[in-house]
């Protein structure tokens, strides 16, 4: 079967997004997954309903966690409150992957395991593409 993954993030960290999307490719190819984000929104269409349409038929949402994410209205009090009542009625998993230092530990996410490894940011891997391997190893361990 294949997942659907919602990416939430903010667009301050559009190039952490990005990343991500390189990083979790070859699962695409291998029909393992399919991704969608907010810039996949068509012209014309209404992106707040195509937005909640997508988290809602997620199997799989990604939170892009930083201080952006949490400063983010629409991350925070939409996406993330829709993340987390989906997981507390079994209807999906919830994956915080951690871009930057910042107080998530706190957040109501914060009660989910996070990656990378022990919630380790990105940004502090001294090789970056090592942080994410170690993401793409982890979700392959939900959908495999």
Same mark, same amino acid.
């Given at each position: 079967?294949?997942?659907?993954?919602?990416?939430?993030?903010?667009?301050?960290?559009?190039?952490?997004?990005?990343?991500?999307?390189? &990083?979790?490719? @070859?699962?695409?190819?291998?029909? /393992?997954?399919? %991704?969608?984000?907010?810039? #996949?929104?068509?012209?014309?269409?209404? +992106?707040? %309903?195509?937005?909640?349409?997508? !988290?809602?038929?997620?199997? !799989?949402? !990604?939170? @892009?966690?930083?201080?952006?994410?949490?400063?983010?209205?629409? =991350?925070?009090?939409?996406? #993330?409150?829709?993340? #987390? /009542?989906?997981?507390?009625?079994?209807?999906?998993?919830?994956?915080?992957?951690?871009?930057?230092?910042?107080? +998530? &530990?706190?957040?109501?996410? $914060? *009660?989910?395991?996070?990656?990378?490894?022990?919630? /380790?940011? *990105? !940004?502090? +891997?001294?090789?970056?593409?090592? $942080?994410?391997?170690?993401?793409?190893?982890?979700?392959? =361990?939900?959908?495999?």
């Amino acid at each position: 079967m294949k997942s659907k993954l919602f990416i939430s993030y903010s667009h301050k960290d559009s190039d952490f997004k990005d990343s991500f999307i390189s &990083h979790i490719k @070859l699962l695409e190819r291998q029909g /393992k997954l399919f %991704q969608w984000h907010d810039q #996949m929104i068509d012209s014309g269409d209404e +992106w707040k %309903q195509s937005i909640l349409d997508n !988290i809602n038929s997620a199997n !799989i949402i !990604i939170l @892009l966690i930083s201080v952006n994410f949490i400063n983010s209205d629409f =991350c925070w009090g939409i996406e #993330m409150e829709i993340a #987390m /009542k989906r997981h507390e009625n079994k209807e999906a998993r919830v994956i915080p992957i951690i871009l930057r230092p910042c107080d +998530w &530990h706190t957040a109501p996410f $914060g *009660i989910l395991k996070a990656l990378p490894i022990d919630g /380790k940011p *990105i !940004i502090t +891997w001294n090789i970056i593409d090592e $942080g994410w391997l170690n993401v793409v190893n982890g979700i392959k =361990c939900l959908i495999f």
